[in-house]
């Protein structure tokens, strides 16, 4: 993967970055996503999660809001959490 050159980013580093996770609405998903967060931004607070279930309230939607200091950064995080075995999908 090419490194794309600041001045082409729409991104600016470091900023709040919002990652929308969904999963399956069990004990542990929260907790779990704040783990993999803390991994590429150890100032991530847990307690920032926004949690909305779905209208069956199988699913849990978590917003969580990173500091974003890189594309790669940024890219490992989304790797890390689309890897994960509780996680559907990452927006």
Do not use: C, W
């Not at 090419?2 to 970055?17: A, K």
């Not at 150890?42 to 969580?64: C, H, Q, V």
């Not at 594309?71 to 559907?88: F, I, W």
């Amino acid at each position: 993967m090419r490194e794309i050159p600041p001045e082409q980013s729409l991104i600016e580093y470091p900023s709040r970055f919002p990652i929308k996770v969904m999963g399956a609405n069990v004990d542990g998903f929260a907790q779990a996503i704040a783990e993999v967060a803390m991994r590429f931004d150890p100032a991530f607070d847990p307690a920032t999660i926004e949690m909305r279930p779905s209208k069956s309230a199988n699913y849990l939607g978590l917003t969580i809001t990173v500091t974003a200091t890189s594309r790669a950064q940024l890219d490992d995080l989304y790797r890390a959490l689309t890897a994960h075995p509780m996680v559907k999908i990452v927006i």
